[in-house]
């Protein structure tokens, strides 16, 4: 589904990602884990496009889409859900996910308005409501809700739980595991425990680099990992 091949990505001169390599398949839900500016986020947006490598290549779904342009990346069929939310705070949740859908000629088109309320019951009375007056667990969930509008074919979560409160997380992660059964996901999470309960494999960055690579079961019996790099 994605692959990404020993790709190095630039803030200026400053070499962020070095040489790093993941992939994702199929039916799959992984999570990349590290530390506050261990490179997860630029992982992130070096797939979408933002911070296009300067070395090493992205391919999605066999296709090669480093140094594509982000709507390009978007079209081909990835949602992204950025650590920021960027939902319109001036529209309604209603005119969010308007703005957002994308019927796909190449495949299923299984995400409209109707199904989107199906999966998010809470924003079905708040499709008046202007995106900048939710809470910030309403706005996570309208962020993912209009990425998933777009019908795309992979989710990409960037730190979901980032600034919610316990029991928003634990909500959050109801609609992770239910979503995982539709679609592949990756999700970038500084949140361990909580990313690990809602994947399959799990990779985890220190300094743009990979570290370790294993299932979930894996990670969560690696003492030593989890106290070298995950601060857990």
Known sequence: MLKLEKIHSYYGDSHVLQGVSLFIG????????????????????????????????IFFKDEKISGLPPFEIVRRGIGYVPEDRRIFPDLTVMENLEVAFLKRE???????????????PLLRGLLNRKGGNLSGGEQQLLAIARALIGNPSLLLLDEPCEGLAPVIVGQLKEVIL?????????????NALFALEVSSRGYVIEKGIIKYEGTTEDLMGNKEIQRRYLSV
């Open 106 to 120: 190449d495949g299923p088109s299984k995400w409209d308005v109707s199904t989107i309320l199906e999966m998010f």
């Open 178 to 190: 239910t979503l995982r059964k539709e679609i592949p996901i990756l999700i970038a999470e500084q």
């Open 26 to 57: 199929e039916d799959e839900s992984v999570c990349l884990l590290g530390r506050n500016g261990a490179g997860k986020s630029t992982t992130m947006k070096s797939i979408m496009g933002f911070v296009p490598p300067r070395e090493g290549e």
